[in-house]
């Protein structure tokens, strides 16, 4: 049996407390994490991958529980992102499709947004590392390299397998950050970090508060494409998001995830294509392009020639379903 690792949980009813509680800890060299539904960081913890002596809730803070259709907060949670609930019918339906409905009932927007990236060497119980030696995600002490790509040594290329990323950057969402340092407003498709340690532009104490869409996301048509092992409830090992409005093809984006250390938008291979649309020709080549520009390495269960070439098949689904052919 895995038991949990000791922690103190701290529960503040604001943001001030909870940005006062993470300096506090920070002038004390103590660590800790954020935690929201904790559908991921608890089994981490139960595992010993690296879990902290000090845990800071989310959930008591009433900002971050306030969702409309264009403002969501970060302890919003995935079975309320309904279309009946006045939720973007993208958001909904990649919502749906994100782990189980059991998990969906306590996993939240924020945590989706910030999930910790993954790989077969890292995700493993205590004992299992130990036995191949560590690797560097979780043991940078022991000075152990990196398993799927040795020799490189600073960089981690653990996969990020969230669901909602791609289809929040595929609409033009920005999300607020708050911290010690103040509060701040980015681009979600700014907000990821290639380094799958680093994984995100989170500064030391400071949480994501919201997501923002923009006022005209409303008027987008989208879909999002899928590959996983077990469709009741396992992490992506592709998705693809292609929005538009309809009709309109220089409207057209593309997003993906779980292919890299971050979700990515592709505005490179849907840009030239999208000026001058042939139609029953650029569909493939687009699709075909956003394949060539992935590149996944072989650390979650799918072989990543497999993923890759899927990524060909999910993008044309995704483009049909919108219609735009
Ligand atoms: C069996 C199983 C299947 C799963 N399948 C999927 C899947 O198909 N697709 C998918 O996307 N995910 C999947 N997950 C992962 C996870 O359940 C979801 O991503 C969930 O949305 C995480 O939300 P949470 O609130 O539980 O996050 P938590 O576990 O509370 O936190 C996750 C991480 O985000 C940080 N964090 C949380 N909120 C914030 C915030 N507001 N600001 C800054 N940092 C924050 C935490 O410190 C932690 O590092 C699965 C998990 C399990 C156990
Ligand atoms: S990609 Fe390398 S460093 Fe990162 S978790 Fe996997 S084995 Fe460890």
């Known amino acids: 049996m895995m ?59 009433p900002e971050a529980n306030q969702v409309t259709p264009y403002e969501i907060g970060c302890m919003t949670k995935l079975s309320t992102l309904k279309e009946e609930n006045g939720i973007h019918p993208l958001i909904a339906e990649a919502a749906s499709k994100i782990a189980s409905s059991l998990i969906r009932k306590s996993a939240t927007v924020g945590g989706n947004l910030c999930l910790d990236t993954r790989c077969f060497w890292y995700n493993q119980s205590e004992d299992w590392r130990r036995s191949i030696d560590w690797c560097h995600k979780a043991d940078c002490g022991t000075g152990a390299d ?134 029953g020709t650029s569909l493939s080549e687009l699709s075909d392009a956003v394949r060539k520009s992935v590149k996944p390495v072989n650390n979650t269960a799918l072989p990543p020639n497999y993923r890759k070439s899927v990524v060909r098949i999910l993008t044309k689904r995704a483009l049909k379903n919108i219609g735009c052919e």
């Open 146 to 279: 990196c398993r799927v790509i040795p020799n490189q040594n600073t960089l981690c290329v653990a996969t990020y397998q969230g669901d909602l990323a791609p289809n929040f950057m595929a609409l033009g969402a920005q999300v607020t950050l708050i911290g010690p340092e103040g509060e701040r407003t980015i681009a979600l498709s700014e907000f990821y970090q290639l380094d799958g340690m680093k994984k995100n532009v989170l500064l030391p104490g400071e949480f994501m508060l919201k997501v923002t869409l923009p006022k005209d996301s409303f008027d987008y048509t989208g879909s999002y494409q899928k590959l996983r092992v077990r469709e009741s409830w396992d992490f992506p090992e592709a998705g693809v998001s292609a929005v538009w409005k309809k009709g309109d093809y220089s409207t057209l984006r593309i997003a993906s995830t779980a292919l890299e250390s971050i979700p990515k938008t592709h505005e490179e291979q849907v840009s030239p294509l999208a000026a001058a649309w042939q139609k």
């Open 3 to 61: 038991l949990m690792p000791p922690f103190t949980l701290h529960h503040p009813g604001s943001i001030e407390q909870a940005v006062s509680i993470a300096s506090d800890l920070m002038s004390k060299g103590e660590e800790f994490d954020w935690v929201a539904g904790g559908t991921d960081v608890l089994p981490n913890y139960k595992w010993r991958i690296n879990p902290k002596p000090h845990v800071i809730s989310l959930a008591k803070i």
